[in-house]
């Protein structure tokens, strides 16, 4: 036991020093599989039912692949600094919010995209309530929440063991689990008429633009992959070299989620067609469409699939935590994750509101994306003080106004307002019709990074920013 504590400290000390490069672990196959299995839990299963309730099938494809790889090949870029330098996105965010600052933005980001694990929980407690009807087992009330608790305690034990039980879970799950979207996606074609699924398009509120559904469902993917970004480089940074961390994020979130966003969508396309209700249990449409044997293996895949990305998401999250709050230790920090989704599961209402979710959650990482890809490129142009953001003595660029950079925290700010602004996540409310049409995330992207960019501009205000030129050491 002492050993494996200390060899998760030491996975989870990476988190706050430079991986040194002997001491990287993956290369594309592995950070593929890693980061694939990430994001293809069956709450893809749950985002292919929401958009199919938006948009036809085609309409449906094309934004699931393209609005997913847009968005992944501008905001994955700055995870080459990542790889290069072997250190976590959040170290490098401290120039962009300060030393104190980011420990506020760490928590936000925890509060709004942490309940992802919640939909993974419930939807895992709903496959096994489902699976156990099909064999005729009434569970006692109260089954579901226990199952969902399950899930997370199972995960959260995974994410002790550390890397080496992660990625040998994902190196046999990803590749059963795609395994399965192709079976379903052959089932679902096959058991219905080949146009109820290619010819589909959902049915509309009479006198609703059909322009306006099209763009939310634009906005769910963006909003779906965007909120990926608050571990997106705690795997590249154990990568081996740039374009595989790169590329692994780009396709595993990009293309192995999406293809299951799809999948989820033929499914509950089907089961409409056959049953009269959109469904996003995998194990309830195979069982349903097909053979309870087949339905039996699902469900073990699915189990797999939720505990596996618990695991993922635990460890990520643990990491990018002790990036922070570098005196606590790795596992009380997956432990308070672990009940903070637990509290979620209690609760039991997430899935009730998964739109709204996702567009509060964007709401924040829309603008930290921006930030994090204007301060790289343009503003500090790949370079800033390591010495500073790692906190030694005499080194305090970082320190900006009582360890808080003003600016930084202001545009995430503005970058909330210019959200809200356009669209209301919580009555579906469009505000204003013609910035609409960049979608929410898009407009707060793009407008929070362009006024970040010409405040640097202002003298000032660049003296502020940039007083680590003088310290730069990569």
């Known amino acids: 036991m002492s050993n494996v504590n200390k060899s998760v400290e030491k996975e989870a000390f990476f988190g706050i020093a430079p991986v040194l490069k002997k001491e990287k672990l993956y290369g594309f196959i592995d950070a593929l599989l890693i980061l694939s299995g990430y994001c293809i839990a069956t709450w893809s299963y749950t985002q292919g039912t929401y958009l199919a309730t938006l948009v036809g099938f085609k309409q449906l494809l094309i934004g699931a692949f393209f609005g997913a790889i847009l968005m992944l090949v501008i905001y994955q870029l700055p995870v080459i600094l990542s790889v290069r330098y072997g250190i976590d996105i959040w170290v490098w965010l401290r120039s962009v919010f300060g030393k104190n600052g980011i420990l506020v933005m760490t ?5 709004i995209n942490y309940p992802w694990y919640a939909v993974c929980a419930d939807l895992f407690a709903s496959s096994m309530g489902n699976l156990a009807g099909l064999f005729g087992i009434t569970l006692p009330d109260g ?3 226990v199952l969902a608790i399950l899930c997370v305690v199972i995960g959260t034990l995974i994410a002790y063991k550390g890397l080496g039980a ?6 046999i799950l990803v590749p059963l689990l795609l395994l399965l979207g192709v079976v379903v996606v052959i089932v679902g074609f096959s058991s219905v008429p080949f146009d109820a699924i290619w010819n589909y398009k959902p049915a509309r509120p009479e006198g609703e633009l059909n322009i306006i559904p099209y763009i939310i469902s634009i906005e769910a993917n963006f909003a779906f992959v965007i909120t990926l970004v608050g571990g997106m480089a705690e795997v590249p940074r154990i990568t081996k070299n740039e374009n595989s961390g790169f590329w692994a994020g780009v396709l595993g979130q990009g293309f192995s ?7 989820g969508a033929v499914m509950s396309i089907a089961m409409q067609y056959v049953t009269g209700e959109m469904v996003d249990d995998p194990t309830v449409m195979l069982a349903t469409l097909s053979v309870p044997a087949l339905a039996f293996s699902s469900l073990l895949l699915v189990a797999f699939a939720n505990i596996g990305t618990q695991a993922v998401g635990s460890y990520i999250y643990g990491v990018m935590l002790k990036s922070s709050f570098k005196k606590a230790s790795y596992t009380l920090l997956i432990l308070i994750l672990g009940l903070y989704v637990t509290l979620l599961c209690i609760w039991g209402r997430i899935i009730e509101f998964f739109g709204s979710f996702l567009t509060i959650g964007a709401c924040i990482y829309a603008p930290l994306a921006a930030l994090l890809f204007v301060d790289f490129f343009f503003v500090r142009r790949q370079k800033f003080s390591i010495r500073a953001a790692f906190g030694l003595k005499g080194h305090k660029a970082y320190d900006y106004t009582k360890g808080f950079n003003i600016v930084g925290l202001l545009c995430i700010v503005a970058g909330v307002i210019m959200s809200l602004m356009v669209y209301n996540p919580i009555t579906g409310e469009i505000h204003n019709m013609v910035l609409f049409y960049l979608t929410p995330t898009g407009f707060s992207f793009i407008g929070t990074g362009l006024l970040y960019f010409l405040l ?3 003298p000032p205000i660049k003296r502020y ?3 680590d030129r003088e310290d730069i050491t990569i």
Do not use: C, E
């Open 143 to 145: 089954a579901h929440t």
């Open 456 to 458: 640097s501009l202002v």
């Open 257 to 263: 989620g999406s293809f299951f966003v799809v999948v």
């Open 107 to 111: 928590v936000i980001i925890i509060l």
């Open 465 to 467: 920013l940039l007083k």
């Open 166 to 171: 992660i990625t040998w879970t994902t190196r």
